[in-house]
């Protein structure tokens, strides 16, 4: 039995190419939903869209140009019908200690992470409310409510999104439009794999580390994007419709947040 909210629904899905942003557009199709998959690299959507086969269609756009993305999602709109559910995925990460972060990081971490969020957020809810329904959820992560050392401006840019999509949800409750936030821990994807090295890897993501205050994984396993996709998915259907401005951890107890 499919979801309710979510079958014959147009779902939007950006950083969709890859990684969480790939299994949430599979999550969506395989309950039904027509997906958008769009992602700043023109080739790879396509990928993932021709994986769904019907069920999906590919987009480019880099959701940090405001215009751009209005032109996307009227372009969607009017190719796949009215947009139901957006999920914010699309993201960067960059490491290293505040004391030598340059500029442009820290620059380029918000431009996708908060203003890209912002900027779909805006396009797709102002049909979402002529329509007085609809579902959003931003893909944040846990350590935009856990400090870590060397990733200050990736945790503060989640925070920020997280909030912003708690605000939306707040102003568009009047309109039946419900916004969440899904915030992963450590999953297993190209993003988190990139950080490890011959002397750190998953069982030192698992374990923890008290050298950079890390209390590791009480499940005793790393996400995959699947795990992360499932809360979206859920989070997006009628079955969570009196759940809003919420803010979901699905890190296996990383965080220790009650």
């Not at 079958?7 to 950006?14: D, E, F, I, M, S």
């Not at 899904?182 to 490890?196: D, F, K, N, Q, Y």
Request: proline fraction near 4%; glycine fraction near 10%; aromatic fraction near 6%.
């Amino acid at each position: 039995m499919k979801l309710e909210g979510v079958t014959g629904a147009v779902a939007l899905v950006t950083g969709a190419a890859q990684g969480i942003g790939a299994a949430v557009a599979q999550g969506l199709a395989a309950e039904g939903a027509l997906v958008a998959a769009v992602d700043v690299r023109p080739m790879e959507p396509a990928r993932v869209a021709a994986a769904l086969g019907r069920q999906a269609v590919a987009y480019s756009c880099d959701v940090r140009d405001s215009e751009a993305v209005e032109m996307l999602v009227k372009r969607v709109e009017y190719e796949m019908g009215p947009i139901g559910i957006l999920v914010n995925v699309a993201g960067v990460l960059r490491t290293g200690p505040v004391v030598e972060m340059p500029d442009h990081d820290w620059a380029a971490i918000f431009d996708v992470n908060t203003t890209g969020v912002f900027n779909v957020s805006r396009a797709v809810a102002r049909y979402m409310v002529t329509r007085r329904r609809g579902s959003i959820v931003t893909v944040g992560s846990n350590a935009g409510g856990v400090p870590r050392m060397h990733m200050s401006a990736y945790a503060a840019s989640k925070a920020a999104a997280a909030m912003f999509t708690k605000c939306l949800g707040l102003e568009l409750a009047r309109f039946s439009i419900r916004c969440n936030v899904v915030a992963p821990g450590s999953t297993r994807t190209e993003m988190l794999t990139s950080m490890w090295s011959q002397d750190y890897g998953p069982a030192e993501v698992i374990g923890g580390d008290p050298r950079v205050f890390r209390t590791g994984i009480p499940l005793q396993r790393l996400a995959e994007p699947q795990d992360i996709a499932d809360a979206v998915v859920f989070l997006a259907s009628g079955r969570a419709r009196h759940i809003t401005m919420q803010d979901l951890y699905v890190d296996g107890g990383a965080a220790l947040r009650g």
